[in-house]
């Protein structure tokens, strides 16, 4: 075991092992399975040049996962066939989208709740810092 710092000493301080440990009655039990982890969650981001991204933002969303759709690299007419699309996958999945920004949305899966807050909770203003 390695010395602790210690402003006092000289800087460090020795361990001197005379801690008091620790002493339970009871066996030990094992558990015989160990709950897992949530998965961290996560959102995928995609900026098609081309219509054919669609499958691959169909199979997110079929995966449960979020997408955020940057559609700002394609074309007008490719990026109306891309809304299209989305809002018919959404529809049919019962999820959710919603636009973020200029030609950027975000699609939800039916398990996903968005909170979108646009104005301030309160009158302080705090959330009003433009």
């Known amino acids: 075991m390695g010395a602790l710092r ?3 000493h000289n800087g460090w301080l020795m361990p001197s092992g005379n801690y008091p440990a620790a002493m339970y009655d009871d066996e030990w039990v ?14 995928v981001s995609l900026r098609p040049t081309g219509f054919e991204a669609a499958r691959t933002v169909g199979e997110h969303i079929r995966a449960s996962t979020p997408v ?6 394609m074309e007008e007419a490719e990026a109306k066939r891309m809304v299209d699309f989305a809002s018919g996958l959404i529809f049919g999945t019962q999820g959710g989208i919603e636009r973020i920004a200029r030609r ?8 996903v709740e968005v909170m979108v807050i646009d104005r301030p909770l309160d009158d302080t203003g705090f959330y009003n810092q433009s």
């Open 6 to 8: 210690d402003e006092h």
């Open 30 to 43: 094992e558990q015989e399975t160990v709950p897992s982890a949530p998965a961290p969650a996560k959102i």
């Open 68 to 73: 955020v759709m940057d559609l700002t690299e």
């Open 104 to 111: 950027v949305f975000l699609l939800t899966p039916a398990d």
